[in-house]
């Protein structure tokens, strides 16, 4: 299924967990791995001077310095390399997004994976010469799937059973359905749909009775039934459900009561005003809180 997985890692604490399933998938599916490493941004245009990500001091790039880095990854995952593993370190010089994406068009992954934030953000060395997070414009960008860990609980990648894919019926999640259908079939798992029903007055901009919340939810059930169940019956399990509240916490609770392995959402299908919530969007809020890895879909 994924012949060709893009790791983008920091090579730190913030990326062990996405690590831990950037190989499992790799032994899983018998993958290429492309362990990807962006060392730092350049002082000044282009310049060989940058600041490292890792040791946040400033160091002179040549040949030694990306044998030596490249070395350095190796050992930080020595435990998970192995004659079997598939595997190539490359790494960089730039913005860490600008980079990824790059590196996704050489390399042409089925799956690009990534870990969490290299720190806070006052202090990450990027935070002066990048707008946004690296998350939000790589998966606003790129042409394949991106599988998002940040968490411990959401860095166990077995075998699938139960994946829930999150509607907000736009032409996005639609495509992002085209996938979890695809990825339900070829692992024989069951599928289930789900729609948040936005019911705060920060969207509606006023207080929904019970019964226009009530009215909403089954509309929105017929909307399910319409758009997916036609597809959905071709697989041996499904279900369709809609609940109302804050769609990511609704999402979230969702997953863990169908015991999610994998979580599959549209990207910036649908936003909510800068500063609202922390990273600025459902399936950023969803990432950072699941309890299963979330894979987000924007072509």
């Known amino acids: 299924m994924f012949k060709k997985i893009l790791f983008a890692t920091s090579a730190t604490e913030a990326s062990d967990h996405a690590a831990r399933v950037a190989f499992n998938i790799a032994r899983s599916y018998q993958s290429h791995l492309n362990i990807f490493h962006v060392m730092g941004v350049p002082s000044r245009g282009y310049s060989q001077v940058i600041v490292d990500v890792k040791s946040r001091e400033r160091v002179d790039v040549d040949e030694d310095y990306i044998a030596w880095v490249t070395e350095d990854i190796r050992t930080y ?14 790494v960089t010089v730039g913005l860490p997004a600008r980079e990824i994406l790059r590196q996704a068009k050489i390399v042409k992954p089925d799956l690009i994976l990534l870990g969490g934030s290299t720190g806070d953000e006052d202090e990450t060395v990027y935070k002066k010469s990048s707008a ?3 998350l939000q414009k790589v998966a606003k960008a790129a042409k394949c799937p991106v599988l998002v860990v940040t968490r411990s609980a959401a860095s166990f990648w077995g075998g ?15 495509k992002a359905f085209d996938f979890a259908i695809k990825v339900a079939k070829a692992l024989d798992c069951e ?5 948040a029903l936005d019911i705060t007055s920060l969207h ?7 019964d226009e919340i009530e009215q909403q939810i089954r509309e929105s059930l017929r909307k399910i039934r319409a758009r997916y169940e036609s597809r959905l019956k071709e697989l041996k399990a499904y279900s369709m ?3 109302e509240g804050i769609p990511f916490i609704e999402i979230v609770k969702y997953a863990r009561d169908k015991h999610a392995d994998l979580l599959i959402m549209a990207h ?6 800068s500063g609202e919530t922390i990273l ?20």
């Open 132 to 134: 946004g997070s690296t």
């Open 191 to 195: 599928l289930s749909v789900f729609h």
């Open 77 to 90: 995952y020595e435990n998970h390399l192995d004659e079997k593993l598939d595997y190539i370190i490359d």
């Open 280 to 299: 600025g969007g459902n399936v950023e809020q969803v990432i950072v809180r699941a309890g299963c890895p979330v894979i987000s879909i924007n072509k």
């Open 204 to 210: 509606t901009g006023k207080l929904l009775s019970q």
């Open 241 to 243: 459900d809609v609940w």
């Open 268 to 273: 910036h299908s649908r936003r909510v005003p």
């Open 160 to 174: 699938l059973s139960s994946i829930v894919f999150g509607t907000d019926f736009s032409k996005t999640s639609d």
